[in-house]
């Protein structure tokens, strides 16, 4: 398989290094309630990576002094960290723009239903995970009942404003080893079905592939299919997605406070290196973000730009799609 930084720099070399922070993303540990197979940090509701309160404080230190930022809180089940709270009354008016990253049905969690107020309250913008509207697909990814827990969670935040003068975006993984189809066919699919089926409506859609690391790197391996998806990914490398790479103007925060180019450089345990070879770690942001920094790259990285693209910001971003098929399945079964 050919080496992804020579894939990035036969396009263009500056793709392969970064250009100027936009977005802080904050990694809040590897607690969730769900234990999804396509999890690429493993997360489950025994995860025992916690960000800390020191850490915390440190990146609300750095936002003080660096306002203008897109902060993107994320996990595991970022609400379940004892500090959620405070790092998100800690950010208010220090981010041009705040993300929680959720997975919906925590919000149907005994003690946890105070969260769709609390999102609105602190203005946060709400990327929610649903991995399709077909009950079966969403549940083969992350057990029986995650369903209709994540669709009463959407049907509160639309009752918050959230979809209306509040944003709600929704983002979809395959079920399987293909990779995500053309983002607005599946859009559109998506926006007829919930808004058909139970009155739902949301802002965009965001697709990613699925990344073969943690939990989804054991299943494929587990099946023999490891090597095959790497190869998958790789032959469907789209040089138009290549720009988009969110790592070009991302940095990624782990649970105790080392800095890495995404959160899948973060699960690969690939941290960035100081000029002493050390992992660099949140006080060194500095040193992190400087302009034509090298970015750390591996396999995984293939997934990022097969088929139209992927990533944590997900391909809601412009980049040019090949059309797709008239009348193919927009949620294909798992
Ligand atoms: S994919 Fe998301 S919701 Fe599922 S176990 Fe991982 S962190 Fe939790
Ligand atoms: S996996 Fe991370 S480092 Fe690799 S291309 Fe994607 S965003 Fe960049």
């Avoid at 587990?222 to 490398?237: C, M, S």
């Avoid at 941290?271 to 992992?279: F, Q, S, V």
Wanted: charged share 20%.
């Amino acid at each position: 398989m050919q080496v992804f930084q020579e894939k990035l720099r036969a396009i263009d070399s500056g793709l392969t290094r970064f250009e100027r922070l936009q977005t802080l993303q904050v990694n809040l540990g590897d607690r969730c309630n769900l234990s999804c197979i396509h999890c690429h940090h493993s997360a489950s509701p025994t995860g025992t990576r916690i960000m800390g309160r020191e850490v915390i404080d440190q990146v609300v230190r750095y936002l003080e002094r660096h306002p203008g930022l897109t902060l993107d809180i994320t996990g595991g089940c970022p609400e379940l960290n004892p500090h959620f709270r405070h790092l998100v009354e800690a950010t208010a008016g220090l981010a041009a723009r705040r993300i929680i990253r959720s997975n919906l049905s925590i919000a149907l969690e005994k003690g946890m239903e105070w969260l769709p107020d609390f999102y609105r309250e602190q203005n946060l913008v709400v990327m929610a995970s649903l991995p399709c509207y077909e009950l079966e697909n969403v549940e083969a990814q992350r057990g029986r009942g995650v369903y209709q827990a994540s669709i009463e969670a959407l049907t509160r935040l639309n009752q918050k404003g959230y979809g209306k003068d509040r944003e709600l975006h929704l983002v979809y993984n395959p079920g399987g080893t293909a990779v995500a189809a053309a983002r607005e066919t599946l859009e559109q699919a998506y926006r007829q079905e919930l808004r058909e089926r139970f009155g739902i409506s949301f802002n965009h859609l965001h697709c990613m592939n699925n990344v073969p690391l943690g939990r989804y790197r054991v299943s494929l391996e587990q099946t023999g299919a490891y090597q095959r998806y790497l190869a998958h990914l790789a032959e469907r490398f789209n040089p138009d997605a290549a720009p988009g790479i969110m790592c070009r103007t991302l940095i990624s925060i782990g649970w105790d406070g080392t800095l890495y180019n995404c959160d899948f450089n973060l699960a690969a345990g690939l941290p960035l290196r100081g000029i002493d070879g050390a992992p660099l770690r949140v006080a060194e942001l500095a040193e992190a973000v400087r302009s034509g920094n090298p970015i750390r790259m591996a396999e995984h990285c293939f997934s990022c730009t097969a088929g139209h693209g992927s990533g944590c910001g997900g391909s809601a971003s412009v980049r040019k799609e090949t059309p797709t098929r008239k009348g193919s399945l927009a949620c294909p079964p798992q």
